[in-house]
């Protein structure tokens, strides 16, 4: 499978991948009502922020105590479930007269759901996918959700303006219900994929399977910390350039896509593993360069930002490997952990970026995530390298009376 138009001939792809843009649209739109109407509220930038980005912390909640429920419950009551329930939570939020403590209480609750959708997602993606074709599948979600935050953020702006901030929120909610409706028309009730308990002591036992192995916890952690270090970068945009920091997302938006079209379409998949070194040291050292003196001038700011973002493809060359070695009735949660923690490092590496850039001038700020993101990688590339020459073998910690996938 080489071209993204074989992925739309697989049957259930499309309700799939349809599903996920109007969840990300519906998303993006809450996200900026959400933080509008909270600054309207409070006047507090920080009660602002954490409106709009609150839910990644609450999603290393979900992986650690709801996620085997990704493997163990059928994926399309999953995916009909979540986007509904995300639908009731987000007409609550427009409520007159919600207070804000309620009001974040229901934000850390959709990041729950939100991390438990994510794992049946990406495990039913695996399991409608041929072999070798979840490579080119998470690239094209991941460019489709690039493009749809951006027609979010734009459709979102116009929303407000016009209806309200509560009248968009009742905007996204119904996205969310169209969300869920495709999904229960589109998907088959297909079995789950693996048999065993859902509870927060199942989910724990199964995440402490998946940390059991070396090899999965250095490709958690190099999925994890020098991403979230870098986006710690992109928090700086704005102080960095605040007349023109479109421009720098928008490279870095460019070069994301670029990335992820180059190893989905381009590589070889036998040439793949050789790349995952090189991709991650991209994706932090162009940014050293904004901590020189006075930093660079925009033009080269977004081609530095580019260049660098396209070293977030080395994501889908860790995720591959990853999948590789994680036995099938764990995949589910195996990559909603990994989707969980993705977002919730990616919001500490912006915290920390932000307490950094309080001290220092944004450029030297930047430089110093950058530097923090290259040592991390540096640490952990030769057990990477040892990994990528090492093909995946039967996992040693799966006893015999281990529960097996449904047939």
């Known amino acids: 499978m080489r071209t993204y138009r074989e992925l739309f001939a697989v049957p259930e792809f499309t309700p799939l991948f349809t599903a996920s843009g109007l969840g990300i649209t519906a998303g993006t739109i809450e996200g900026l009502a959400l933080g509008t109407l909270v600054f309207e509220a409070t006047g507090s930038p920080l009660l602002s922020a954490l409106s709009m ?63 438990v959708a994510g794992g049946a997602r990406w495990g039913l993606l695996l399991r409608l996918l041929p072999e070798g074709g979840y490579v080119l599948g998470r690239s094209l979600f991941g460019m489709a959700g690039g493009l749809t935050q951006i027609g979010g953020f734009a459709a979102g702006g116009v929303l407000i303006a016009f209806l309200s901030p509560r009248g968009a929120l009742l905007v996204a909610a119904g996205l969310f219900l169209a969300a869920a409706a495709v999904t229960r028309l589109g998907l088959t009730d297909r079995p789950p994929a693996g048999t065993g308990g859902v509870s927060a002591r199942d989910t724990w036992r199964v995440n402490r399977e998946l940390w059991g192995t070396r090899e999965r916890r250095r490709l958690y952690l190099a999925l994890w910390v020098p991403n979230g270090l870098v986006v710690g970068c992109e928090a700086l945009f704005v102080p960095y350039a605040p007349d023109a920091a479109g421009a720098l997302f928008l490279a870095a938006a460019l070069g994301m896509l670029l990335g992820d079209v180059t190893m989905a379409r ?142």
């Open 266 to 407: 381009l590589v070889p998949p036998r040439l793949r593993p050789r790349l995952i070194t090189p991709m991650r040291l991209l994706l932090a050292a162009p940014f050293l360069l904004f901590a020189l003196p006075g930093g660079p001038p925009l033009p080269l700011a977004a081609v530095l930002a580019l260049v660098a973002c396209t070293g977030y493809s080395a994501s889908l060359l860790l995720q591959e490997q990853l999948v590789a070695r994680t036995p099938e009735d764990m995949r589910g949660q195996a990559l909603g952990l990994q989707s969980a923690g993705t977002m919730t490092f990616q919001a500490v590496g912006a915290t920390l970026a932000g307490g950094v850039a309080h001290w220092v001038a944004p450029g030297p700020a930047m430089g110093v995530m950058a530097a923090a993101s290259l040592l991390v990688s540096l640490a952990l590339t030769p057990g990477l390298v040892r990994l990528a020459r090492t093909p995946p073998t039967p996992d040693p910690a799966r006893s015999s009376s281990a529960p097996r996938p449904a047939s």
């Open 53 to 115: 980005f609150g839910a990644s912390f609450s999603q290393v909640l979900g992986a650690t105590l709801l996620m085997a429920v990704a493997d163990r419950r059928r994926p399309r009551a999953l995916l009909t479930a979540g986007p509904s329930l995300l639908a009731l939570g987000v007409a609550l939020l427009a409520v007159p007269g919600l207070p804000v403590a309620v009001t974040l209480l229901i934000i850390l609750a959709t990041g729950l759901v939100n991390s």
